[in-house]
T-cell receptor
Framework: EAGVAQSPRYKIIEKRQSVAFWCNPI?????LYWYQQILGQGPKLLIQ????????DSQLPKDRFSAERLKGVDSTLKIQPAKLEDSAVYLC?????????????FGPGTRLTVT | AQSVSQHNHHVILSEAASLELGCNYS??????LFWYVQYPGQHLQLLLK??????LVKGIKGFEAEFIKSKFSFNLRKPSVQWSDTAEYFC????????????FGTGTRLQVTL
């Protein structure tokens, strides 16, 4: 089966600009996650969707970050306006099982550099 | 709140040496435990996982991990590393019986020399 797809793979923007990332999960996976991985740290969850509803967005900086998952499939994550500290890799993951601790499959990530 | 500690940040081993990477977690309930690996230029991949049952779990490429509940530990082992094992290794935990978020450790960079 095809893996989790993400685009773009790399993005360089200036601070205060906006940026959007796209994720297409594995077909049939109900749960979709966005993680932020800052250099030297492990990934940290930003937001979790189950189908098209938000399950956990407690760590999402809602004044500048937003995310949506239309029709319970693709998802976009937006940052507006970006800050220097947003420089990181943004990982999308998906999971088949809705409530059974199923394995999370990760995409290749989008490396964002904010200058 | 969940937390995961990986004590070794950077490990350098010669080929054929044995490997043990430490992982300790903090959580008040029952957990699922994972080790993920990220090879250079590639995305995160699952190495092995523990949900329940036998606390010694075997994963891909000869890796294994042992869940010791009393020590809140889930250490990763491999008897003989290869150059191709050079990668970053992440321990992660989530709440058992759920599809909740993974809480990751900071990762261990393993470098295997010829």
């Amino acid at each position: 089966e095809a893996g989790v797809a993400q685009s773009p793979r790399y993005k360089i923007i200036e601070k205060r600009q906006s940026v959007a990332f796209w994720c297409n999960p594995i077909s049939g996976h109900a749960t979709l996650y966005w993680y932020q991985q800052i250099l030297g740290q492990g990934p940290k969850l930003l937001i979790q969707f189950q189908n098209n509803g938000v399950v956990d967005d407690s760590q999402l900086p809602k004044d500048r970050f937003s995310a949506e998952r239309l029709k319970g499939v693709d998802s976009t994550l937006k940052i507006q306006p970006a800050k220097l500290e947003d420089s990181a890799v943004y990982l999308c993951a998906s999971s088949r099982f809705e409530a059974a601790g199923g394995e999370q499959y990760f995409g290749p990530g989008t490396r964002l550099t904010v200058t | 709140a969940q937390s995961v500690s990986q004590h070794n940040h950077h490990v350098i081993l010669s080929e054929a040496a044995s490997l043990e990477l430490g992982c300790n977690y903090s959580y008040g309930g029952t957990v699922n435990l994972f080790w993920y690996v990220q090879y250079p230029g590639q995305h995160l991949q699952l190495l092995l996982k523990y949900f329940s049952g036998d606390p010694l779990v075997k994963g891909i490429k000869g890796f294994e991990a042992e869940f010791i509940k009393s020590k809140f530990s889930f250490n990763l082992r491999k008897p003989s590393v290869q150059w191709s094992d050079t990668a970053e290794y992440f321990c992660a935990v989530n709440e058992a019986g759920t599809a909740s978020k993974l809480t990751f450790g900071t990762g261990t960079r393993l470098q295997v020399t010829l």
